[in-house]
Structures are given as structure tokens and as C-alpha cells.
């Protein structure tokens, strides 16, 4: 999207909460046109930031996967696998579900849960930066 | 027109079909006018409405206050909120030291009121909502006055106290002694998750095995109402005249309810429990109730859990809109809220 466009939706958000909503009757409808504008401001900041969160997600995934690879984790072969054909947050899930499968308190385990949380830390962070 | 305003019935159409079906409940001769018929808070689960029950009998006028709950069938909860068992549940209160409302008709049948529907007594109170500046000053106000912190510890001692096998309330399901109850609600939860359809964040995996690699075993079983704060409790003359919204209850680890009153995401720019308990009050006249010990550990596990539950319901509201089960904007804007819940429980996890 264009920042053209990045920036229409903002405006048209603003609009829609200062102008739109206030203007509406009924309680119930207005608080629908409210929330029509909190969930267009969203999408504004979606817009913007999609572009940087996508970078800063690539650059953290590639650092996890080096951490991955100097610890020993045979039984997550599978799961590491396909993490590295599909690098990205989501798929992260996988594996720590096996983590948990194989035990999370092992040593080694747990030095790739703590890697792998840092990376959910600063993903969600990302995201709030949306949602808040 | 939104779904959710469709789903709304007309008024003077509900109440003449309301006025048919009590007519032939309480066996009246003559007519049953609805009076003051009004539906509050347009919410997200069942629909509530209020209204006064009038006939005539041998020459002088009866009146009864009634509330009605409705299931619209895109509730939240999905299939984890059954009207029937909220009316079993009510039923079996009936006796206990628990002030609920009196439930008096189930209607399971969607062509009789529109939808499924349970009548119950329309108990004396308010009810102010703890997320609201006026309702937070409410409880505020009455915390000052010093008799609600008692009643609402009181009440929530009173539901913890019932002998539930007694009561008949053993039909909710009674965990196996051990990690069984947290287990239950984790897979609850877990399930909830898979039909909303959303598709997660690996923080929810994170949080989910920690929950089953450490679920505490439950030391005693009682009833758990699973929801116990204010915004779900009626108040009349700073006393609790109700417990609400039986929506959530289980046989389980009393700790769960505790932690609910105990969070920090049920109070606002106030140290009192739930916007109006002292936390030193509520556990000496709890402990001092029941007989039970406090264990703010099991607490904090079941602090977590409700980091699950509250994720689970952001996404099963969020895939109501998205399969076009509501066009309530509300929950769209819901997706954004299961990222506010994902942060604050990797967060309680430590990172």
C-alpha cells in the first residue's frame, strides 16, 4: 500500500471517530461507527508499520535460527526442519509445543525456549504497537 | 440493519408472545400485561431483559419482576454456555446460603420465545460496571461505607461452602482428585481456541504447555462460579442480593475463584480486590469462612490460566465476526484484543 494510502485510511479514521460517529443515532449505532473507526485506525497503523515489522521479524528469525543451531536439540529435528523452510513467528508454535513434548526444564531445552522467547517478546511488542 | 439489532425482537411483538407463554405457566384466567419491559446491556452473550409480570387474581393485581435470558446463538462462549445447565444450576442454589436468582422456566425450545430462554427471579440491585469511571466510583463509595468488602467475601465464601453433592450440582462434572480440574479447563479452553478458528501465536503454545507442565493438583473441590467479581454481582443497600452470570461455574479448586478476585485486571487505579475489597479483610473473612487457606501460588497459576481463558474468548469472538456469525463491530475489534492478552501473558511467564 502506498503511503498515500497509508495515510487516507488514518484521515479516514479520524474522520469517522470526530465527525461520523457523533453524528450518529442510537446508542447502539454509534457505538458501532466508534468501533468502525478503532478498527480502521488499526488498519492505518498496519499499513505504516507492515513494511518494518516484516524486516525487524526476518532479521530476528535468521538470529534465532543461528542460536537454534548451536544447541543440541536431536529430538526437534523434525520440527527445526521445518522451521528453517519457514522462517517466521508463526511457525514457532510447532516447536515449542515440542519443547514442552520433549521437557522444558532439560538444559538444552530450555536454553531454546528462552531464545525462542526473546523473539516472541519483541514480535508481540511489534504488535502492540498496533493494538494498544 | 446489524445482525445483532435483527436478532433483537421487536418489543410490543416479544412482550405479547411473553405475555401468552406466562399466562399459561402461572396458570392465570385472565391476561398477563408486561410492564417496564427493557432490555440492558447490549452484550455479547445472551440477550438479558427485565420487565414486571402483572395479572389479575380473585380482584387484586399480582405482580412479579422476572428477568430473561435469551441464547441468540452466537454468543461467545459457543457451545460452553448452556442455558439449561445455567437454570439446573440455579435450580439446585435454590436451597443454599448462595443469594441467586430464583430460576423459575427453562425454554429450550427456539419457536416458543425465539429463541432458547430461562426466566428467572428480577432480584433488587444494581449492578455498575467495574470498567466505567461511575462504576468504579460506585464501589469506591460503598468500599468506604465498609459493609459490601464483607458481603462481597461473604458471598463468594457462601458458593465455596456449598455442600455441591448435596445440592445435586455433582451434574457439572466432578474432576478426579489431583491435576484433573486444571487439566479440564485447560482442555476447555484448548477447545474454544480450535472453533474459533483464529489463527493463534505461538505465545498461546508457550503459555498452554507451561499450564499442563505445571497444573497444581487441587486440594479440595467445591462449587467455583468462574467469573466472581463486581460487574457480575448485584448490590442492594451496599449488600451482594445476587450472584450473576452462572455462565462459567465448574466443581474445581477454589483457588480458581480466588485468583479471579485477586488479579490485578479485575481492579482499576485502586489497591481493593475487585474495586471494592480490602485484600487483608478479604483474606482473614475468607480464610475465616470457609476454613480454606489462601495459596497465592495455585493463585498465580490459575492467573495464568485465565491468561488462556481470556485469549480464548478475544479469539472466539473475533471468529464470530469473521465467519459472519455477527456483524457486531465490537468483535471485530476483538482481534486486536488477543494481542493485548498474548502480551500480558508472556509477561506473568516471565519475558
Known amino acids: 500500500m502506498s503511503s498515500e494510502n497509508h495515510e487516507l ?8 471517530r470526530s465527525e461520523i460517529a457523533p453524528a450518529v443515532d442510537g446508542e447502539y449505532r454509534r457505538t458501532q461507527a466508534y468501533m468502525a473507526a478503532v478498527i480502521l485506525e488499526r488498519l492505518a497503523r498496519e499499513a505504516v508499520l507492515g513494511e518494518r515489522h516484516a524486516t525487524a521479524e526476518a532479521d530476528d528469525m535468521a538470529q534465532l535460527l543461528t542460536e537454534l543451531d548451536g544447541i543440541e536439540l536431536e529430538a526437534l529435528s523434525e520440527e527445526l526442519a521445518a522451521l528453517r523452510a519457514n522462517a517466521r513467528v508463526a511457525a514457532l508454535g510447532d516447536v515449542v509445543e515440542a519443547l514442552y513434548r520433549v521437557d522444558p526444564e532439560r ?26 | 440493519m446489524s445482525t445483532a439489532e435483527q436478532a433483537a425482537p421487536d418489543h410490543e411483538q416479544f412482550a405479547a408472545t411473553l405475555s401468552s407463554y406466562l399466562a399459561d405457566r402461572l396458570g392465570t384466567t385472565g391476561p398477563v400485561k408486561i410492564r417496564d419491559m427493557e432490555r440492558i446491556a447490549v452484550g455479547w452473550s445472551h440477550e438479558t431483559w427485565l420487565f414486571d409480570a402483572v395479572w389479575s387474581s380473585n380482584g387484586s393485581e399480582q405482580r412479579m419482576g422476572l428477568c430473561l435470558r435469551r441464547d ?21 442454589l435454590g436451597d443454599t446460603e448462595v443469594p441467586a436468582p430464583r430460576a423459575y422456566w427453562h425454554q429450550p425450545d427456539p419457536d416458543v420465545l425465539g429463541a432458547p430462554a430461562l426466566i428467572m427471579e428480577k432480584v433488587p440491585g444494581v449492578c455498575p460496571s467495574p470498567w466505567r469511571r461511575a462504576g468504579r466510583d460506585f464501589y469506591a463509595a460503598a468500599a468506604a461505607r465498609g459493609v459490601l468488602p464483607a458481603s462481597f467475601t461473604d458471598a463468594l465464601a457462601a458458593v465455596h461452602n456449598v455442600d455441591w453433592r448435596s445440592a445435586g450440582l455433582d451434574f457439572l462434572g466432578v474432576p478426579e482428585a489431583g491435576k484433573d480440574f486444571a487439566h479440564r479447563e485447560i482442555d476447555k479452553w484448548e ?14 503454545s508457550d503459555l498452554i504447555g507451561w499450564l499442563r507442565h505445571n497444573a497444581p493438583p487441587a486440594e479440595r473441590l467445591t462449587l467455583v462460579h468462574g467469573a466472581f467479581r463486581t460487574g457480575n454481582l448485584l448490590i442492594d443497600d451496599d449488600r451482594i442480593s445476587a450472584v450473576l452470570d452462572w455462565e462459567l461455574q465448574v466443581i474445581g479448586d477454589p483457588m480458581y475463584d480466588v485468583a479471579y478476585v485477586l488479579t490485578e485486571l479485575n481492579r482499576e487505579g485502586t489497591d481493593l480486590l475487585s474495586n471494592v475489597v480490602p485484600r487483608e479483610l478479604f483474606f482473614e473473612r475468607y ?63 516471565g519475558y
Not at chain 2, 446463538?73 to 435450580?91: H, I, P, Y
Not at chain 2, 477447545?191 to 498461546?204: F, N, R, W, Y
Open chain 1, 107 to 132: 538444559p538444552e531445552t530450555a536454553a531454546a525456549l528462552a531464545a525462542i522467547r526473546r523473539v516472541l517478546r519483541r514480535d508481540i511488542d511489534r504488535r502492540m504497537e498496533i493494538a494498544r
Open chain 2, 191 to 204: 477447545s474454544l481456541i480450535e472453533a474459533s478458528g483464529h489463527e493463534g501465536h505461538p505465545i498461546l
Open chain 2, 287 to 349: 480464610q475465616r469462612a470457609t476454613g480454606i487457606e489462601i495459596d497465592e501460588q495455585r493463585c498465580a497459576y490459575y492467573q495464568l490460566l485465565y491468561a488462556m481463558r481470556s485469549a480464548a474468548f478475544w479469539m472466539s469472538a473475533a471468529g464470530l465476526y469473521a465467519d459472519g456469525a455477527t456483524t457486531d463491530l465490537r468483535l471485530a475489534r476483538t482481534h486486536w484484543s488477543v494481542t493485548v492478552a498474548l502480551e500480558r501473558a508472556a509477561t506473568e511467564l
Open chain 2, 72 to 92: 441468540p446463538g452466537n454468543a461467545l462462549l459457543r457451545d460452553k454456555s448452556d442455558l439449561g445447565e445455567q437454570f439446573r444450576v440455579l435450580q439446585c
Open chain 1, 9 to 16: 485510511l488514518g484521515r479516514l479514521a479520524e474522520q469517522v
